[in-house]
């Protein structure tokens, strides 16, 4: 994995990953700082991966720009996409960042992107030193938690057009990003199944 990294230094803009944390806390001075004391910036390559099963995912990863999926392969080689991150949004298996356990994912660039990743140790340390930031990324756990009871029910009682529905209104900005077979994988169809969702949408 090839990748272009460095430290945060003052020139470089951090207002959209400041921003991202003013929806739930309000970081002062010092907080703000210490953010920036432990963030490193990277560009990942379209296809890169910033995790692969079987390693343990070290970062959150913050998208400043570029969009990501995470996504399982089974036995046969097929792919489930779970999550899609674009701007302003954070990603990670949540449960290997926690846990120190193996991914059971991967996590490829869709496009070339710019993210901004901090390490476990360095987000325990601001947990310890700005508890503002525990409030944070305990609120986008529970968001995730959420999201995930909300498939678990549309997989039981969903049709695959309301799955699609609701896909198109929670993320109208993936929809030209991404393609059909990538969003097939994300709702459990096939892409030729979703063509024909889409057909019969169209009229």
Not at 64 to 90: P, Q, S
Request: glycine share 4%; net charge negative.
């Amino acid at each position: 994995m090839e990748e272009e990294e460095r430290h945060v230094t003052d020139a470089m803009d951090t207002s959209s990953l400041l921003e991202s944390f003013s929806k739930y806390v309000s970081l002062g001075k010092d907080a703000t700082t210490a953010l920036q004391s432990k963030v490193i910036h990277r560009i990942v390559k379209k296809r890169q991966f910033i995790l692969q099963r079987g390693d343990v995912c070290k970062h959150y990863s913050f998208v400043v720009e570029g969009c990501f999926r995470m996504y399982y392969a089974d036995m046969n080689g097929k792919e489930h996409n779970v999550k899609f991150a674009i701007e302003g949004e954070w990603i990670a298996d949540i449960g290997s960042f926690h846990s120190l356990k193996p991914s059971e994912f991967d996590i490829e660039a869709i496009e070339t992107s710019s993210i901004f990743q901090i390490s476990q140790d360095d987000l325990i340390e601001l947990y310890v030193q700005h508890p503002k930031f525990d409030r944070h990324f305990r609120v986008e756990i529970e968001n995730e938690f959420i999201e995930l009871q909300k498939r678990v029910l549309q997989s039981i009682g969903s049709t695959a057009m309301e799955r699609y529905i609701d896909f198109v209104e929670c993320h109208p900005k993936l929809l030209n990003r991404i393609s059909n077979v990538q969003i097939a994988s994300y709702l459990g169809m096939t892409p030729e199944f979703l063509s024909k969702i889409r057909k019969g949408m169209l009229g």
